[in-house]
């Protein structure tokens, strides 16, 4: 389903290449300040345009449709809603009869009968994380206090940012794509968060994670290293204000613990590439060769730290 939480509920709708695309937020507090301005900075951060992502230029202006009056928020349902402008729709047509290698395009045609939206993606698209920001801007006023910082670390296995402009040209000049690496740390996090067994802070962190298109893996603290660690080495010593270490990642038992909640995600090289990929033509109903034309990101990852800070505002802004 397109919603998630459960006080604080979040619900998207919309297309790539539909008229338009938006979120309602249900369960907002009321008395909040917001305007258009507060959306801004972390619309931005996901916009494409800098070197080794998409082409696509689109305004992404958020218009309040309900919930907000003279400035704050009503405690109704808070609606936004964003235009699709820039849209080239003709780029898809070749994937009805050859489904993009690494896309969800034959998957999503055979589950809904070949009756969704292919275009761009349709609701499968990364363009439906932009109403996920928007609501990540608002889940963080709900949670004044807290500090949401996400980075990329790493692009194509290479954790030397000097070196990724260079790599970026070189796979986008052989038609290919990188994959990256996102690390997350939320500070002045509470004590007790989560509720175990199956709604432990970490099970709803990484179920919203793992929405965001493109999401191989997550990791929190030590993450996949602990498997190889001795329990001296991973355990966190307590002090008079919590944790001294952090190799659990912020958590215990699925509550977190006081310290920063820290985890790391892994996303896949885009799928969509220019270099010619053997793959089955249904209609010809032999394999054959698809060059994929269109506007795409050599690294999506690229654009993916704000959206890492929206879905983990989202799951504490439903926790608190």
Known sequence: MNSFGRIFRVAIFGESHGDCLGVVMDGVPEGIALCREDFLEDISRRAGGETGTTARREDDNPEIISGLYEGHTTGAPLTI????????????????????????????????????????????????????????????????????????????????????????????????????IVECVVDNVPIGLGEPFWDSVESLISHAVFAIPGVRGIEFGDGFKAAGMKGSEHNDPFGPDGPVKNGAGGANGGITNGAPLHFRVAFKPTSSISRPQTTWNFEKEKEDSLKIEGRHDVCFALRTPVIVEAVSAIVLADLV
Request: aromatic content about 8%.
């Open 81 to 180: 809603l964003f235009h699709n402008n820039d849209t080239r729709s003709e780029d898809y047509l070749q994937f009805d009869k050859m489904p993009r290698p690494g896309h969800a395009d034959y998957a999503a045609s055979v589950k809904w009968d070949w009756q969704n939206d292919p275009r761009g993606g349709g609701q499968l698209s990364g363009r439906m994380t932009l109403p996920v920001v928007a609501a990540g801007v608002v889940a963080k006023k709900v949670l004044e206090g807290m500090e949401f910082s996400a980075r990329l670390i790493e692009v194509g296995g290479c954790g030397n940012r000097l070196k990724w402009p260079e790599m970026l040209e070189a796979a986008a000049a052989d038609g290919d794509s990188l994959g990256g």
